[in-house]
């Protein structure tokens, strides 16, 4: 039975459309030079976060075949300064020597190429005849080498070769410098530490002590709240904590410093729930909250108040500590920002500042508005969402028993 021509004209409508839709989709993937771009990009993200861990076996085993789709050749190697680290590539037997075959690239810090006589297996079918090596550089050091075997050493593939080892260098060096990173962040927080502890200690210890023979059971709650807040304070591990911790911690200070000034410190603390599991740098309220509480009452005869405000900012938590003290020069605050904090006595003012700016960049550093005899307030963003930024569990509190 024939089709009729109603039927066959739907027919032709259809595979016009089907036939414009594909001529569509193609148009919408570029030339074929946008694809070999495209290609190259996603083939060099994907071997990013490996060779972002630095020269490590693990590391480079997962980065190497991605650096092989990269060179399109027979086999590739990645060495550290005295092992093949990995190879990948159905050439691999000539790979697994390729320490030795670095061995030019690695000493003088250049490029070389091998012939056959240096790398050939003397198998008849064998694709490798030639190899080039170059050098991958930390700074101003060989780390490594990237080996790459072919038929042959053309000016091309020998270009390509450095390029990629270039790039892979430059991965190399963020990962050096993410270690860096990590190793100042920790340096900084064992200096704000010595910081705080030992006037904070000396006072606290002296606030307990007055309460002793006058009421026992005010002074052995202190001294638990002091355990506590020297338990988180001086504790080792990670870098980040939830908002709820950190202002936890801030309030058995305050519990503490009350205790020693009484009524001339009055407290008030306003937190949106929806930001309490922030995660933030590890002791990043309290020392602003110390300073408040010293420097307000610094000088100042009459009751200072301490507002202390973590309220929902969109995709941040927005937070504040402000007291009506004292004040300080602006200049002095500077200072303070520019040294670490160590001017002006302000505890930890620049390494929490410093520290906000590692983390999330520049634009999240502390704001500091104040002057002499009209107090201070301090405030900063912490995005709710940062990459790596993720809060460790608290450790577990030891509760003296109770002895009845």
């Known amino acids: 039975m024939q089709a009729g021509p109603a039927i066959v004209a739907a027919l032709v409508v259809a595979v016009v459309g ?15 030079a946008d694809r070999v771009t495209f290609d190259t990009l996603h083939t060099a993200s994907l071997a990013a976060p490996s060779l972002r861990e630095g020269m490590t076996e693990q590391g480079a085993e997962r980065a190497v075949r991605h650096l092989r789709t990269l060179l399109g050749t027979a086999a590739v190697a990645l060495t550290d300064r005295s092992r093949t680290l990995a190879t990948d590539g159905y050439a691999h037997h000539h790979a697994e020597a390729a320490i030795e075959h670095a061995r030019g690239a690695l000493d003088s810090g250049r490029t070389e190429v091998l012939s056959a006589r240096e790398v050939s297996c003397g198998e008849p079918d064998c694709p490798v005849r030639a190899a080039v090596a170059s050098p991958v550089i930390d700074g101003d050091t060989v780390v490594g080498a990237l080996v790459a075997y072919g038929r042959g050493s053309s000016a091309i593939l020998v270009r390509a070769v ?6 892979v260098s430059g991965q190399v060096e963020l990962a050096s410098a993410d270690a860096q990173r990590g190793r100042l962040v920790e340096a900084e927080l064992r200096a704000l530490r010595a910081q705080i502890s030992p006037h904070f200690i000396y006072n606290s210890l002296t606030a307990v002590a007055s309460f002793t023979r006058t009421d026992p059971d005010r002074a052995r709650e202190l001294l638990l709240e002091f355990a506590d807040f020297t338990r988180y304070a001086l504790r080792r591990g990670g870098e980040f904590t939830t908002l709820a911790e950190e202002l936890r911690n801030i309030e058995r200070y305050l519990v503490l410093e009350q205790a020693r ?3 001339r410190l009055q407290v008030s603390l306003r937190v949106a729930p929806e930001v309490l599991q922030i995660a933030v740098p590890f002791l990043v309220v309290q020392p602003l909250v110390e300073n408040a509480v010293r420097h307000g009452l610094e000088g100042h005869a ?5 507002s202390i405000a973590a309220v929902d900012d969109g995709p941040a938590a927005f937070i504040t500590v402000e007291d009506d003290g004292a004040g300080a020069e602006p200049d002095v605050i500077r200072a303070s920002l520019e040294h670490g904090g160590a001017a002006g006595g302000s505890v930890g003012l620049g390494n929490v500042d410093a520290r906000l700016r590692q983390v999330y960049g520049d634009s999240f550093g502390l704001v500091v508005e104040t002057a002499a005899g009209a107090g201070t307030r301090v405030s900063f963003r912490v995005p709710k969402f940062a990459p790596g930024v993720h809060a460790d569990p608290p ?10």
């Open 302 to 306: 009459g009751t200072v108040r301490v």
């Open 18 to 32: 089907l036939v414009a839709f594909a001529v569509y989709r193609r148009r919408d993937l570029g030339t074929s």
């Open 261 to 263: 000034f009484g009524p």
């Open 395 to 404: 450790a577990p509190r030891a509760r003296a028993a109770d002895s009845g």
């Open 162 to 167: 450095e390029e990629v080892a270039r790039w």
